[in-house]
């Protein structure tokens, strides 16, 4: 049996969602922001950030396999589906629910700065530093997180726990 305990409630999550959209509206003004979500853990995220961006932004996903099944990653990244938009000359944010290894958007990044976009930046909402295999700029971070795996807010364990509003760590019992 799992027992989840809560790391950042929500009403934090909410305020720092308010500032986070404040300092990329703040960058972006004038601009036509594309907006790439990485699936499937960060639409909760992306939905919450472009509407208090509040700006004229688009967005598009994109899907890559890092984590199998549990906890445990293969290490390498595929694209599973890439992004319907032409990004060419787009201003481009990338937006991750989690880094943790670094591998997933050191991959995307590359790949997506081959199509020539006008700027190419990263927000992610959590970042867990202690797991990171390569390094990666991150230029908007939510929250700094423990070297634990946590689920909520987009993060799932094998599908569960997507729904959970608060960001929890999964304590395992015996
Ligand atoms: P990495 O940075 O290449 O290790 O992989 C990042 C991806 O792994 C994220 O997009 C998540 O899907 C997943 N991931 C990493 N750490 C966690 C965690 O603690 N909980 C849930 N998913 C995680």
Redesign the pocket.
Known sequence: MDKLKVIIPKEEIAQRLTELAAEIRKDYKGENPLLIG?LK??FVFMSDLIRAMNIPAEMDFVRLS??GAGKE?SGK?KLIKDVEIPIKDRHVLVV??????????RFLLDYLSFRKPASLKLCAMFD?PS?RKVEVPIDYVGFTVPD????GYG???DEKFRYLPDLCILEEQN
């Open positions: 990485v853990g960060s890092s984590y990653s990244i991750e629910d989690i880094v943790d290894r670094g591998l997933t958007v867990k797991g634990a795996f946590v689920v993060l799932d364990l």
